[in-house]
């Protein structure tokens, strides 16, 4: 079941992301970004067992306009299941509610969000409002992610 998150959900998903921050392929959040971000992220959880967060992803709006899509996790032991599309389709849906007209990602996975309709572009093309959180990264200012984005 795809929902929102619940606050007292906030360490379940940060410990959902820790091995791909671990293994470098989510940049790392403190429990307080995660906090204040909450209403953000969508969840799946197990159909079996509610409290089981299975993956998560986040739509953070960056202007009048965009929105960005991040903090895509989804539990090892259930990926190629279409966990991520669906929360990657939660996201884009909220995304329309919202009146945005354009979503972007910057991700170390672009085929995945390639196979979702994603189209690579040069860093340099998105706003440069959106660069307010690379500041606070660890990879600043040698950006390794690639760039895509999606019109809605």
Same mark, same amino acid.
Request: proline letters at 5%.
């Given at each position: 079941?795809?929902?929102?998150?619940?606050?007292?959900?906030?360490?379940?998903?940060?410990?959902?992301?820790?091995?791909?921050?671990?293994? =470098?392929?989510?940049?790392?959040?403190?429990?307080?970004?995660?906090?204040t @971000?909450?209403?953000?992220?969508w969840v799946?959880s197990?159909?079996?067992?509610? /409290?089981?967060?299975? =993956?998560?992803?986040?739509?953070?709006? @960056?202007?009048?306009?965009?929105?960005?899509?991040?903090?895509?996790?989804?539990?090892k032991?259930?990926?190629?299941?279409?966990i991520g599309?669906?929360?990657?389709q /939660?996201?884009?849906?909220?995304a329309?509610?919202?009146?945005?007209?354009q979503?972007?990602?910057?991700?170390?996975?672009? =085929?995945?969000?390639?196979?979702l309709?994603?189209?690579?572009?040069?860093?340099?093309?998105?706003?440069?409002?959106?660069? /307010?959180?690379?500041?606070?990264?660890?990879?600043?200012?040698?950006?390794?992610?690639? /760039?895509?984005?999606?019109q809605?």
């Amino acid at each position: 079941m795809i929902r929102k998150l619940l606050v007292d959900e906030v360490p379940d998903i940060k410990r959902l992301m820790d091995p791909f921050v671990n293994e =470098g392929l989510i940049l790392p959040k403190s429990l307080l970004s995660l906090y204040t @971000s909450v209403r953000d992220f969508w969840v799946m959880s197990d159909d079996k067992d509610p /409290a089981n967060i299975i =993956g998560c992803c986040a739509l953070q709006v @960056s202007w009048v306009d965009i929105a960005e899509i991040r903090t895509l996790a989804v539990k090892k032991e259930k990926h190629r299941n279409g966990i991520g599309k669906d929360l990657v389709q /939660a996201c884009m849906d909220e995304a329309v509610q919202l009146g945005l007209k354009q979503l972007f990602t910057l991700t170390y996975v672009p =085929g995945f969000f390639k196979r979702l309709g994603f189209s690579q572009v040069d860093k340099s093309m998105l706003p440069n409002k959106i660069w /307010a959180d690379c500041i606070h990264c660890p990879h600043f200012p040698d950006c390794k992610e690639t /760039a895509l984005t999606y019109q809605l």
